[in-house]
């Protein structure tokens, strides 16, 4: 039977969608998954040392949320949105509400001459190409006069830099991310050292995520989703400290979602190898798909019917454990989100967190 989006649904109550983090961060709370044992646990993420095998070593995304989030106008005085997806090697976005070809969106910077006008080249699905021809969008643009780019689903009023610091991670370095690696947001730099000098080591591969965290699975069946392409790089290091853990036995844990598809895009099922790799991927996982590049996972809870809830899934279920994915709700994973809604977990974005061994 093929499985369809409906089979990856379930209801939220929209008081448990999150609209700020755990102050602090580390003290949201974890739910620990033994998809083996089929066992759950509750604790608190600052607690997350006490459910590890000794000598793992976590793999981190390090790449920086940019503020992506413009407003400019239309000549007629309109407002509109402009949601940067690239600025190389095509300046690219989503405009709200949507503009024709030709037409010009001006985004003013209270400096005389400074304004920027962009003029619409062309639409592909949502998508549209944008010339500037007038002032320069660059990063330095952006972090100037930008906004944080949080999920539509959360509402917030605070400043700026406030929010520019909730949505990035602490170890967050380089690269061009729409939106935040958001398991990492729960890391804080006192639990990192505490980590640290419990003998657990730290990796890193940046995977800048685009539009595609975003797109719903518009597709009856979800084979017949298309995941759009994202830019990874795995270091010769990152490579090496991999392969040596895999050899040693020492268990990888993958910290979100990203560093999954990074790991298992860079993975050569040939050698049993993870490789240095700089590269795109588009790889989309469900049930049943067989792991090979990590052995736990930690992650968010995922909004109903998505690619990330889709791949937490297969991890969770056969050829993974002993157990056949069905439905989402027959899961154990159905079954651990039935139980956070229950304990009033925090959900999505600034939401809590799951372990899963």
Do not use: C
Request: proline letters at 7%; hydrophobic letters at 40%; zero cysteines.
């Amino acid at each position: 039977m093929e499985l369809t989006t409906k089979d990856f649904d379930y209801s939220l109550p929209s008081e448990l969608i999150a609209q700020k983090p755990a102050q602090p961060a580390d003290s949201a709370k974890l739910m620990v998954l033994d998809r083996r044992q089929q066992k759950i646990n509750q604790t608190h993420f600052y607690d997350l040392a006490k459910f590890l095998p000794p000598g793992s070593i976590f793999v981190f995304n390090k790449t920086r949320v940019q503020p992506v989030r413009l407003f400019g106008y239309k000549p007629s005085g309109g407002r509109v949105e402009i949601f940067i997806l690239s600025l190389s090697p095509k300046l690219k976005a989503w405009l709200h509400p949507g503009l024709k070809v030709g037409q010009t969106v001006t985004i003013p910077t209270n400096s005389l001459g400074k304004d920027v006008v962009l003029s619409v080249g062309h639409q592909e699905e949502k998508e549209f190409t944008l010339e500037v021809v007038k002032g320069k969008l660059d990063l330095q643009f952006l972090r100037q006069y930008g906004h944080t780019p949080l999920p539509p689903y959360i509402h917030s009023s605070e400043k700026e830099s406030l929010l520019r610091r909730w949505y990035q991670p602490v170890f967050a370095k380089e690269g061009f991310s729409v939106a935040s690696p958001t398991a990492s947001l729960h890391f804080t730099p006192p639990l990192l050292e505490e980590l640290k000098k419990k003998g657990f080591s730290f990796a890193f591969v940046r995977l800048d995520v685009g539009r595609g965290t975003f797109e719903p699975v518009r597709r009856e069946k979800i084979k017949e989703h298309q995941m759009h392409s994202e830019f990874f790089t795995l270091s010769k290091r990152t490579a090496h400290l991999l392969n040596q853990a895999k050899k040693n036995k020492q268990p990888i844990i993958a910290v979100g979602t990203t560093v999954a598809r990074t790991l298992e895009s860079s993975y050569s099922p040939k050698d049993g190898f993870i490789a240095q790799k700089g590269a795109t991927t588009n790889l989309f996982i469900y049930p049943p798909y067989q792991f090979h590049s990590f052995d736990i996972l930690i992650t968010n809870f995922h909004l109903p019917r998505s690619t990330l809830l889709m791949l937490v899934s297969a991890f969770v279920s056969w050829p993974n454990t002993s157990t056949p994915f069905t439905t989402f709700s027959q899961s154990l994973l159905g079954k651990a989100y039935h139980l956070a809604i229950e304990e009033n977990y925090r959900f999505y974005s600034f939401g809590d967190a799951m372990l899963i061994l």
